[in-house]
């Protein structure tokens, strides 16, 4: 079995990722930005290469395989498509690595049932001046609050204070990814980016997806090295505060 997951390809196995932590064949077409044909021939091919007849038990395999390596890093997603990659005429999808040849840095924590898509697609503010100032004038006080947790971790983050970072998230994000870990993958993808320059308000969705809802925040950011880029933060509520546990650069 550890041969036949060897041959999986890293789009296999980020969608047997999702089917595993709950998504359906429509959930995750949208948030891979996917038609559900693509996201079911995913699955077939999975289900091929690992001889077995349900999608759920190739998505249990590999996450059983994955929970017992050292270096795994659970949601982190390394040049896959993402929610921004764009529908071709035919109702496939052009992965923007594939368009631009630029990779996307992933660091994800696993919520329980996490990153279930809920029925609402995610809708972009205006990218406009007035956006930020639109979203703000109508955000909800559990928005207002979502957001500015996620600037303070950002801060932290932008500071390079890993460990600190890594204390600050929920305890999925901790359960999955070990300090030295996230030290070296935030090395690895954050400091090339460069000293932060500027980070707008984009969008804010809140996700009704067990056990009780996540919130969806994000920035259009601009790094010394790599300016408008769109910054992705999940978070969930942990007692009487909001954590995070996810967060995507692409």
Do not use: C
Not at 33 to 49: C, D, I, M, P, Q
Not at 95 to 108: C, F, G, K, Y
Not at 179 to 208: F, K, T, Y
Request: glycine share 6%.
């Amino acid at each position: 079995m550890s041969d036949a997951l060897q041959i999986l390809t890293e789009r296999e196995k980020q969608t047997l990722r999702l089917m595993g932590r709950g998504h359906d064949a429509k959930s995750m077409a949208r948030s891979l930005g996917l038609s559900v044909h693509t996201v079911n021939e995913r699955l077939r091919e999975a289900r091929r290469k690992l001889s077995v007849s349900s999608s759920r038990e190739a998505a249990r395999l590999l996450l059983d395989s994955e929970t017992t390596t050292p270096d795994s890093l659970g949601d982190r997603f390394l040049g896959e498509a993402g929610p921004h990659a764009v529908p071709a005429q035919d109702g496939q999808a052009i992965d923007r690595q594939e368009r631009t040849h630029r990779s996307l840095w992933v660091i994800a924590g696993v919520v329980t049932m996490s990153f279930i898509l809920g029925i609402a697609a995610l809708a972009l503010l205006p990218q406009s001046a007035s956006a930020p100032e639109t979203a703000r004038a109508q955000a909800t006080p559990i928005q207002i609050e979502v957001t500015r947790v996620a600037r303070d971790w950002l801060a932290i983050v932008d500071a390079g204070r890993w460990d600190e970072s890594w204390r600050a998230t929920g305890a999925s994000f901790r359960a999955m990814n070990t300090p030295q870990v996230w030290a070296q993958v935030s090395e690895q993808g954050r400091v090339p980016l460069g000293a932060i320059v500027s980070r707008a308000d984009l969008s804010h969705e809140s996700v009704p997806a067990p056990p009780a809802g996540y919130e969806m925040v994000k920035f259009r950011t601009s790094f010394a090295n790599r300016p408008n880029t769109v910054e992705t933060l999940t978070l969930v509520r942990e007692g009487q505060t909001w954590k995070v546990v996810g967060y995507i650069i692409g």
